[in-house]
């Protein structure tokens, strides 16, 4: 008698083993670990914008200073030739004789370049960050001071500033360009300078002092709005006519002597 072999046991257990059996795992090959993501280094204060505008007004309130008190000396051409050229003499020995001639003059001339690089390095940037947080242009229009006659200019009236300064330099500094030489008094320096052939010289000083007066009115009301001035609708509208009055009158200091020595008034 011929035994027979139940073959359904042992293969049912060799299912049920395979089934518990653990599977082999591949070692699939690991992508290169990239560069660990850059923690943002810590900006100091004139890194952020706030450092920066504090740049702007700081150095803007220096230069209008300055404005302030070369406007004032122009203003003396009224009184003759020699209150004019004595204020001239002065801004060049002013510490003498403790100082040598000319010491505090070149250093407030170092002081007021350092202002103007580091007011326009503020602006640039501001502005160059203020365009890449705002890809995108507003669908409408926005009407504000900030985007009025005076914003759209500043970087064309810049330029004009820039190149009215260097041509003053040469023609009542240092006379390169001035009809009557370096060696000239101040006071006929500054009478050559806007005599009626050369009118081109006394247009371009305006407009260059409108630009001025664009640029102080812009930045005074932004100097207002920083501090939280401007939230008031009347005290807004007093800022707003404060801050065209005071450019309006450095304008109108500034333009005064070479329109009257222009058209004769003063000679």
């Known amino acids: 008698m011929t035994a027979t072999v139940d073959h359904s046991v042992d293969s049912a257990s060799v299912d049920r083993g395979s089934a518990t059996a653990p599977v082999p795992t591949h070692n699939a090959p690991r992508k290169p670990a990239g560069p660990a993501p850059r923690t943002p280094a810590r900006r ?7 450092g920066r ?23 003396k051409i009224f009184l003759g030739a020699d209150s004019f050229n004595h204020y001239a003499d002065w801004l060049r020995t002013v510490g003498s004789p403790a100082l040598p001639n000319r010491t505090l003059l070149t250093i407030t001339e170092i002081v007021l370049v350092v202002c103007v690089v580091l007011h326009m390095w503020a602006a640039v940037s501001l502005a160059r960050r203020a365009a890449k947080a705002r890809p995108v242009k507003y669908a409408a229009k926005r009407k504000s001071q900030a985007n009025g006659y005076a914003a759209q ?10 190149l009215f300064v260097v041509w003053h330099l040469l023609d009542m500094t240092f006379g390169t360009v001035n009809p009557k030489g370096g060696d000239a008094t101040p006071y006929d320096r500054m009478i050559a300078g806007f005599q009626p052939d050369r009118w081109w010289v006394a247009l371009f000083y305006l407009v260059a002092m409108v630009m001025i007066g664009l640029h102080l009115r812009h930045g005074l009301w932004s100097a207002f709005q920083s501090l939280g001035l401007t939230r008031r609708p009347r005290v807004r509208g007093l800022l707003q006519k404060t801050a065209v009055a005071v450019s309006a009158v450095l304008v109108l200091g500034f333009v005064a002597a070479p329109v009257c020595i222009l058209i004769g008034v003063v000679k």
């Open 153 to 162: 200019t500043m970087r064309y009236g810049g330029v004009i500033i820039v």
């Open 53 to 75: 505008k504090a740049v702007m007004a700081v150095t803007g309130a220096v230069l209008v200073l300055f404005l302030i008190g070369h406007m004032l000396g122009n203003l």
């Open 44 to 50: 100091g204060l004139l890194g952020t914008s706030a």
